[in-house]
T-cell receptor, first 114, second 112 residues
Framework: KAGVTQTPRYLIKTRGQQVTLSCSPISGHRSVSWYQQTPGQGLQFLFEYFSETQRNKGNFPGRFSGRQFSNSRSEMNVSTLELGDSALYLC?????????????FGPGTRLLVL | EDKVVQSPLSLVVHEGDTVTLNCSYEVTNFRSLLWYKQEKKAPTFLFMLTSSGIEKKSGRLSSILDKKELSSILNITATQTGDSAIYLCAVERRGGADGLTFGKGTHLIIQP
């Protein structure tokens, strides 16, 4: 069974640009959560989608948005990039809503904002 | 605001040693505490502890939840170089509106 995949793996953008990251969950998983990981703040929850609906949202500005498609694939978008958005963005999928014990993380997308 | 504090932030030991990693938390409406191991990129799930399951063990790893002290420990016995990683602790609220709240992690290095 294929794991969680994220594309692209690495990305370099400049301030003011926007970026879209993609996450394909494990087959059969309906929940996708997104996290931002930085050396200073650690891992922080961005949002969770379940069956195409945003169920939970972390404390991030409106520049961070996401969506989930009918096949459970999810995208997150960051508009008007700032230097502080440089981070590893991780997504995780699970079968059920808030099903932490079966939540699997993807390898992440490393975003560098110059 | 929920808070998770892990200690130590980093630890270097020799192969064969036993290590204890700490996690303390402040969270409203606690539901569960989770431990993850992060080697390169993707954190991998280790344990989930709840009010009804306060002790878990898997091979050389074990974890205990102390509900009174609002803390948890992760023990690794007979450490191996493959145990080198960042160990993350996270808590989940009932209702889960904020997803998981993670600590900053403990960077564990096992020297041969």
């Amino acid at each position: 069974k294929a794991g969680v995949t994220q594309t692209p793996r690495y990305l370099i953008k400049t301030r003011g640009q926007q970026v879209t990251l993609s996450c394909s969950p494990i087959s059969g998983h309906r929940s996708v959560s997104w996290y931002q990981q930085t050396p200073g703040q650690g891992l922080q929850f961005l949002f969770e989608y379940f069956s195409e609906t945003q169920r939970n949202k972390g404390n991030f500005p409106g520049r961070f948005s996401g969506r989930q498609f009918s096949n459970s694939r999810s995208e997150m978008n960051v508009s008007t990039l700032e230097l502080g958005d440089s981070a590893l963005y991780l997504c995780a999928s699970s079968f059920g809503d808030r099903d932490q014990e079966t939540q699997y993380f993807g390898p992440g997308t490393r975003l560098l904002v110059l | 605001e929920d808070k998770v504090v892990q200690s130590p932030l980093s630890l270097v030991v020799h192969e064969g040693d036993t290590v204890t990693l700490n996690c303390s938390y402040e969270v409203t409406n606690f539901r569960s505490l989770l431990w993850y191991k992060q080697e390169k990129k993707a954190p991998t799930f280790l344990f989930m502890l709840t009010s009804s399951g306060i002790e878990k063990k898997s091979g050389r790893l074990s974890s205990i939840l102390d509900k009174k002290e609002l803390s948890s420990i992760l023990n690794i016995t007979a450490t191996q170089t493959g145990d080198s990683a960042i160990y993350l602790c996270a808590v989940e609220r009932r209702g889960g509106a904020d997803g998981l709240t993670f600590g900053k992690g403990t960077h564990l290095i096992i020297q041969p």
